[in-house]
């Protein structure tokens, strides 16, 4: 079992409800100040954005990394040693998985920025609503 | 794109990120804060203004263990365990900060009147 | 000129065409009571009541009578000089103190001065004399006491609470001292607070308004001009902290608008 992994993810999993529920508020806040902008739709956005971050971390954390694993496992082994063929398809193989790990780590990064570019815009509009 | 500059634009985007958050729920504190001294009810802007900084440590340890060239795998992963706590922590505080100040919020869009 | 009692006390009118030192007769009919006041340059030179609720022969106490025409009729005044008498030396605002007495002491719960009253949240204030105007009359403790309570701070509901007379009482009193211009109205009223700011914000604005009144220990039902200039300060501080000071100010102006 990787904790490590379950924390972040624990972590994540916590910090899209409190992007949720500060959208909520944000929302009655924005009732209150009678703006029509539906400036509470950013942190909800960013909790979309931020769970498809936390969807890519959970594929490539349980489904990319065993995989990758068992490659490495298999290309050790002294069957594939001795076959340079095998040897050359898994080497392929592994440097695809690391590609798409790769892939996966930018998406979910990316994600993660955006996510916090769009929570910090929505509460940044409200402040400069109520700051005018 | 090199893997160096893929790896370098992760890291970056981690860090950022981590601040990024960190101000906007600083922000969101301040919104609180100004329902405190008006209403001079708890609001919870205190926690709401703090918390975020365990996002802020989360990026702080995430840059040391990107950048420090630290050899052994354990400290390594200690340092990853660390951050990951102080997000996860960090997000739990910001929910029931946000949770209260929520609540009081509905309470004061649903008030009638003291009399 | 001519008018119905529900617009303009008798009283106050006989006030007014007095202090502008008019010449003419006074007409006055409410079915039970019906008379004539003569006035030159602003002096009752005569009083006729045809009919009163307690017929007299002293001109005074005709004059008093006439004044008790309250709840109903109508009035007019013909401006043609009346028979050339001389003055009765008779003191209006003395007169109409004495008419609001004899509510109180005969008539009371017979005649209602409820229409003639400002309403509860004007705030009223000692009026001056004018200059060279020398004044004789009778005052009674109570009518003093409530005249001094119109500070130009508290509303009537406050004021009247003040005196410890018997609200009813102390309206017929108020009544009377309004009626001879011994105080008067202040340009400001206290406006429903709450009301306008429920309409600007909804039920937070009520929130912030209740909040403020007991930051501030103020009594809505007792609040003066110099609490109320304590609270729109206050007030315009909380809402700037919760919606801006534009919109703050916007409603502060509102606030201010409905007290003129």
């Known amino acids: 079992m990787k904790y490590d992994v379950l924390l972040y993810e624990a972590g ?46 959970i594929y490539a954390n349980f489904s990319l990394l065993p995989e990758l694993s068992a490659k490495i496992t298999e290309i050790s082994s002294p069957a594939v040693i001795a076959d340079q063929a095998k040897t050359d398809i898994i080497r392929a193989s592994i440097q695809g998985f690391k590609v798409s790990l790769l892939n996966l780590k930018t998406v979910s990064f990316s994600a993660f920025l955006l996510a916090s570019i769009l929570l910090l815009i929505s509460t940044s509009v409200y402040i400069r609503w109520i700051s005018k | 794109m090199t893997e160096q500059m893929i790896q370098a634009y992760t890291n970056t985007a981690a860090i ?100 | 000129m001519q008018g119905t009692i529900n617009s303009i006390s008798i009283a106050g009118m006989l006030r007014l065409l007095c202090s502008y030192g008019k010449t003419g007769s006074l007409m006055v009919n409410s079915g039970k009571i019906k008379g004539s006041i003569d006035i030159i340059d602003g002096e009752v030179t005569g009083v006729v009541a045809e009919k009163c609720l307690n017929p007299t022969q002293n001109k005074k106490d005709a004059l008093v009578q006439l004044l ?31 008419s609001a007495r004899e509510i109180y002491e005969k008539y009371y719960g017979q005649i209602s001065v409820k229409d003639m009253i400002f309403p509860e949240n004007e705030v009223l204030k000692m009026a001056r004399l004018g200059k060279g105007k020398v004044l004789t009359m009778t005052m009674h403790s109570e009518e003093w006491n409530l005249m001094a309570s119109f500070n130009g701070d508290s509303n009537i509901t406050t004021a ?41 914000f909804g039920n937070i604005g009520v929130a912030i308004v209740d909040n403020e009144m007991a930051k501030q220990k103020i009594d809505s039902t007792k609040m003066g001009m110099k609490n109320f200039i304590g609270l729109l300060n206050g007030l315009e501080n909380s809402f700037a902290e919760i919606v801006g000071r534009a919109r703050a100010k916007e409603v502060i102006e509102k606030i201010w608008n409905a007290t003129k």
């Open chain 1, 12 to 57: 994540i999993l916590t910090l899209i409800a409190a992007i949720v529920y500060m959208g909520f508020t944000l929302r009655k806040l924005t009732a209150v100040v009678k703006e029509k902008k539906l400036i509470w739709l950013l942190p909800m956005a960013a909790a979309t954005v931020l769970a498809i971050s936390l969807g890519a971390h």
């Open chain 2, 16 to 115: 950022l990120s981590g601040i990024l958050f960190w101000a906007g729920f600083l922000v969101f504190g301040f919104i609180a804060k100004r329902y405190n001294t008006v209403f001079n009810k708890s609001t919870f802007h205190g926690l709401l203004m703090t918390a975020p900084s365990g996002i802020l440590i989360y990026s702080m340890l995430m840059i040391v263990k990107f950048t420090m060239v630290i050899k052994d795998p354990a400290i390594n992963n200690m340092l990853q365990l660390t951050a990951y706590a102080f997000l996860l922590v960090s997000a739990l505080l910001c929910l029931f900060g946000i949770s209260k100040f929520s609540g009081l919020l509905s309470s004061l869009l649903k008030y009638e009147g003291s009399k």
């Open chain 3, 68 to 98: 008790l025409a309250i709840e109903e009729g109508s009035f007019y005044f013909e401006e043609k000089p009346p028979a050339p008498n001389k003055p009765l030396g008779i003191s209006i605002e003395e007169v109409i103190l004495e």
């Open chain 3, 160 to 200: 009247l609470e003040n005196t410890g007379i018997a609200k009813e009482k102390a309206e017929i009193i108020m009544y009377g001292l309004v009626s001879a211009g011994f105080v008067r109205r202040m340009r400001f009223k206290i406006p429903e607070v709450s009301k306008i700011a429920k309409e600007s």
